[in-house]
């Protein structure tokens, strides 16, 4: 049976409810083409270089993004800079009444965001969701808990907070940390990431504005603004989520300076079996663990298994593998109707037919390379649509023992591709699960939760996880990152407020270059 898009989900269908939500932020050209402006002085602005954004779910063009320069970024920091200062001295009242408001808002065009976000990104329509409600319930608690977390007198920084953040989480990892940051005294600004949720942002930070919050938000790509988003001395804090080239470019940047930073990067999450047997609980975990494509900074692409296990852990896991759905995430057959749940996928597209391709070359270089192909899984079979463009989709795959020189072996691949490597000794264990010199999270399926918490003590991971996984958190939970994933102060729950504000004593939790501070119980 032939599929179709779900009735009232076409990108025209989608677009024309963003414009009618957000009409100030649009320009109309007369061939048709929508062009985002961008938010700069309290104003959305025309202007900046046309460029397509396309989805990632059929390849077409969405809208222009309206890509400015550094000259006019640099304008756009100085006016924010002065509105941080007004911004700065507003009681705490306002300050969370308007971020109440804004909160109401965004709730009120829920699902229109999370269709944004599958169009834009390819998430799936229960990943969307869950992507905006979790920005809004984070938030909300960050409300509740406000007047406790600045009781000790702590005031916002001395300028603005850039934001610079990677696609995938435009509004629980961006909006969510913005909506903080302003509760705290700081006006933002915000990069629109270059592959990905432009039209989401837009909107979202219309409705933020309308609610009188002080934030910015520009387009424009990271070699020319990168400059002046994180050195002008305007700039309070310097907020980063990506990969380490990017990162590391941006931490070198900040070298000179004294400039708070909170740079989050990518690593190598590893998932170690030792002395096992709970097959079916790990199963659970590994399923979900495909969510969205694994293009996610807490995905564990690694596992790490006793030898004398590897037959049992392929039992559980090569199923598991063979069930994970992908596809268009808006594809429905002839019976659907308007009310009936859309598809209920693991994973779209990855990011882009680009970002497609080096994932391929990396698996073939890898196979080449001496890699074991235990699975590669096909297109064929999956929900698409006729003559539908789906170079941006990759089925999972699984490799075991992926050669020392190959970029699998050391390097997260950020989709779905999995690589297993088999030691014999717990030594050889921590050494596999440390080979990215670094991670955000680990975690160890060991029947034995005390050798587990032995073996947990070696491990360069900022959370890890005993017979489950670790997540990047909400509310109260912190996160940060060990090695080289992860650069300054430390965010999640109280020290994500203590990273943007300043207080009598400011040895924060982090990584910084002359020390690392953990919090309490990690």
Known sequence: MALRLADGTSWSDTLARAVAAAAEAFDHPADGTV?????????????????????????????NLARLDAATAHDAVIHAASAHATWADTPLAERRSRVVDALDALTAHRDLLALLLVWEIGKPWRLACADVDRALDGVRWYVDEIDRMLADGRTPLPGPVSNIASWNYPMSVLVHAELVQMLAGNAVIAKTPSQGGAVCLTVAHALLHRAGLPATLLSGSGEALSEVLVRAPEIGAVAFVGGRSNGGKVAAALLDSNKRHFIEQEGLNAWGVWNFSQWDLLAAHLRKGFEYGKQRCTAYPRFVVQRDLVDEFLDMYLPVVRSVRFGHPLAVDETWR?????????????????????????????????AVPLYRGKLD?????????TSAYVAPSVLL???????????????????????DTTDELLAQMNASNGALVASLACDDTDEAAKLAVDLQAFKVGINKPRSRGDRQEPFGGRG?????????????????????????YGHFQDRTALPPNL
């Open 484 to 508: 080289a994933s992860w650069k300054g102060a430390f965010v999640g729950g109280d020290l994500l407020v203590q990273a943007v504000t300043v207080g009598d004593d400011d040895r924060l």
């Open 338 to 370: 308007a009310g009936d749940p859309l598809p209920e996928l693991d994973f779209g597209p990855l990011i882009s037919a680009a970002k497609a391709d080096e994932l391929r070359r990396k698996v073939d270089e890898a196979v080449r390379g001496g």
């Open 401 to 423: 023992a992926p050669p020392g020189r190959s970029r699998l072996m050391h390097a997260e691949p950020f989709g779905p591709v999995d690589t297993i490597v088999v030691v």
């Open 381 to 389: 079979g999956a929900p698409f649509l006729p003559g539908q463009d």
């Open 35 to 63: 062009t985002l402006r961008n938010l700069v002085g309290g104003e959305w602005r025309s202007g900046g270089a046309p460029t397509p954004a396309r989805t990632p779910v059929d390849n077409s063009v969405l809208v």
